[in-house]
């Protein structure tokens, strides 16, 4: 089987809460999707989906997808899309770094590869481990009111682990967290996520102002070292995710015992096939993880539930199905949310029928 064309789309999403806003004054209130096709010889197609939380948040810029991809697009076509290792090879040696291109063209062959072995993703990620896991949500910086409103109203929705977006001045953030523990219940998760939107002194400001609540704090600064400073003031669990972008950084953040869980997304790390071997790599090193994307619609959603799926429970500690904050749905059969849970779904492939007719005409066209 080889790779004969490769067609790619961009769709843009539209939050239905309106504006999602973290450290820095970031806020986005629509995003651009890149979705990948790959057609095969023997009239095999998987998809692919990468979207970044706008061009601010870390090295991704989502105009650029399409030119990324016409530069390591047609290194691929002839190709055997089965063979992952060679495909990530190719791409490695033609574009250095630049992960979030290469993401949705590995993920659209781990599809492919599924289709033709009649099994779904996770199975081949290393087995089905749950039917379903938990879900965070997201909350959007803003009053310390506010804040608190909306995780009372997602409660309702199923949602028990909130991920607190956090990063501004010590006094706000404080008073941020404080209000949302008061509506908190028992069984509740809170994630302080900063974003790395404070100065280490911030920093240490809110943790030792927070002494004696229950919480975890993700990502407090922007550099590794920064974060050991808070994390050698803090008694709270850390949770590290920006600065983790591949197994380099993640062994050198294992090794000064800098984080307690880590946050993995795919783009981010490349596409599947990087981020299960760092996957299995943290659950040797006995670490929790976060699975995730950056943003994404259904198609990353069903990506993200098959490598959650495929993890040993007991290393699991949250995900997010970003498929509920956007107005546009691709994939009518992708997994919804139900009760604060997402269920892994069970057909080959990424298990989900994407409407062609939805994404209107390719941007870029190899073959």
């Known amino acids: 089987m080889k790779i004969k064309q490769i067609n790619v789309y961009q769709a843009s999403y ?13 806020a986005v209130s629509s995003f651009v999707s890149t979705i990948v096709k790959i057609s095969t010889d023997q009239g095999l197609k998987g998809f692919a989906e990468v979207c970044p939380l706008g061009s601010a948040y870390m090295d991704a810029y989502a105009r650029g997808v399409p030119e990324g991809i016409k530069e390591i697009g047609p290194l691929l076509l002839g ?32 599809d492919i590869l599924g289709r033709a072995t009649g099994v779904p993703v996770c199975t081949l990620l290393g087995g089905r481990c749950v039917e379903n896991f938990p879900l965070y949500r997201a909350i959007s910086q803003g009053s310390s009111k506010e804040m608190a409103e909306d995780v009372e109203r997602f409660r309702e929705e199923g949602y028990r682990r909130f991920q607190l977006k956090v990063g501004g001045e010590p ?26 939107g404070w100065l280490t002194h911030k920093a240490i400001q809110v943790v030792n102002s927070l002494e004696g609540e229950y919480l975890y704090i993700e990502q407090p600064c922007l550099t590794l070292e920064e974060c050991l400073v808070v994390r050698s003031h803090s008694r709270f669990p850390i949770v ?3 600065v983790i972008n591949g197994v380099v950084p993640l062994l050198r953040a ?7 869980v880590v ?40 990506a993200i539930a098959h490598l959650v799926g495929s993890t040993r429970p007991e290393f699991y500690f949250s995900s997010t199905d970003f498929n509920s904050y956007n107005d546009l749905h691709l994939a009518q059969d992708a997994p919804r949310r139900k009760q604060g849970l997402l269920e892994v779904p069970s057909k080959p492939g ?13 941007v870029l066209t190899l073959k």
């Open 263 to 302: 946050n993995l997304k795919i783009s981010r790390l490349g596409g599947l096939t990087k981020t299960k071997k760092i996957r299995d790599l943290c659950e040797q090193l006995g670490l929790a993880m976060t699975i995730e994307d950056s943003w994404g619609g259904d198609i990353t959603t069903a």
């Open 350 to 362: 990424l298990g989900i029928s994407v409407d062609e007719k939805m994404l209107g005409k390719p």
């Open 14 to 26: 539209k939050l239905l809460d309106q504006k999602y806003a973290w450290s820095r004054g970031h």
């Open 254 to 260: 294992y090794n000064q015992r800098a984080m307690d």
């Open 79 to 110: 190709q055997d899309p089965c063979q992952l290792n060679v495909i990530n090879d190719l791409m490695d040696s033609a574009l250095t770094g630049h992960s979030y291109i290469k993401s949705p063209l590995d993920m659209a062959c781990w």
């Open 240 to 242: 590290l995710d920006e």
């Open 171 to 196: 006094d706000e953030d404080i008073r941020r967290i404080k209000a949302v523990q008061e509506v908190f219940q028992p069984g509740d998760i809170l994630v302080a996520d900063a974003n790395t």
